[in-house]
């Protein structure tokens, strides 16, 4: 997508904690739990990063009668309670209770969050949105949302380019404030790719496939010949068909910002390797985020998953403990992100300003920086990107890997797309519908995808 930060100077490596440490999160996006920040620390941030501070650390009024509740709706984990930023930031600001509702899928979220746009009522203060949506939320409902360009704290020239302009209104409009981006490597099983004759450095590793997502499924079926018993190449064809679209510039719309998925070269090209892939037998036939995948993770069923850098924590969260050290991150095919959210205020939220508050301090280096060293989640801002504890961190659970430098490196290699407002639903459809339906019930491919365009012009066309 766009490049980060400046490069860094040296410091010690991060070491993210395991997964011991919580109660492992199911969803999109998963973290691990950390320790709060303390008090000191805590002043120290919100004195750098959130304009308005006053000597006691407030950026907020308090209602008439005392405290007030600001609420907070995402899905997944995005990590802020992991990472003790809700408390932290709580204890600053004491007239403040922050109350996080989070459901685990984004997909049944987001329908959620339409229906309360719609009715103006039951809004959280601060809604999350993620980059499949954004668009659609953008061209058809940016009324309904506080301009966070303007809003204390903030500098939009401080995250990536391409990140706040997905965001941005024809009319220069931001509402919506970047959270993380995923950049995409492939998370291997070193233990299994040994057992099958594969090599298992990840430089070597990457050179298997580099360059081209038709490489991947070739090793794929080079381990598949030698595999151990009961055990798949990949995961999901749906993961690799994600993977293969988001690293084009070229997605399911047209330069011009329209929906052109049918004639799209990138989405045909995924839509070929990924039912190649099963007809070759080379994947798991799994459902993403499902109970089996999980359950897959931790039974070693399959030895690789396209793995965007917030996917690294659910791989360790769903393994196990039992195998911790035999994964293992390598770069992928072709540079490309999959994933990433935006935090909002609706304007029918009670709290606007308190929101506004919030979500810039959330969104901020030192926050964003917390939240990757604690989850893996990669920072949309750019400081957050440069900060050495961003560049040096690596995930106990995958030893000695330098995580935070293969994402990173991947990063600065991603350029931008355009995304639709129908991206969403496009992705869906195709993967857990069409996809799905091949691998799990043996459907024609091509049948599979003239149910899926139809299914998606109904959508389209409502």
Partial sequence: MRSPGTTHGGGAATTLPTRDARKARDAGHARKARRPLPIAATAALCALLVAGCDSAGSTTTAAPGGKITLTVGDYGTFGYKEAGLFDAYMREHPDITIVEHSVEQEADYYPALQ???ASGSGLDDIQAVEVGRIAQVVKKQAAKFVDLGKADGVDRSAFLPWKSQQATTADGHTIGLGTDIGPMAICYRKDLFQQAGLPTDREQVAKLWQGDWAKFVETGKQYQAKAPAGTFFTDSAGGLFNAVVSSSTTQYDSS??????KNSPTVKTAWDLSTGAIQAGISAGLKQFDTPWFQALANSRFATVACPS???????????SANKGKWDIAAPPAAGNWGGSFLTVPKAGKHQKEAEALAAWLT???QQAKVFTTVGNLPSNLKA???????????DFFGDTPTGRIYAATAQSIQPTVIGEWDG???DTLTNGAL????????????AWSN???EIDDKVSD
């Fill in 115 to 117: 229906t309360h746009l």
């Fill in 364 to 366: 901020a280096p030192a």
């Fill in 452 to 454: 899926a365009v139809k």
């Fill in 436 to 447: 799905l339906s091949i691998e799990q019930h043996q459907s024609d491919p091509a049948k």
């Fill in 256 to 261: 011009s910002g329209q929906l052109d998925y």
């Fill in 385 to 395: 990107l440069g900060q050495p504890e961003v560049q040096n961190a690596k995930l």
């Fill in 310 to 320: 917030w996917m690294t924590a659910i791989v360790a969260d769903k393994s196990g």
């Fill in 425 to 427: 639903l496009v992705k």
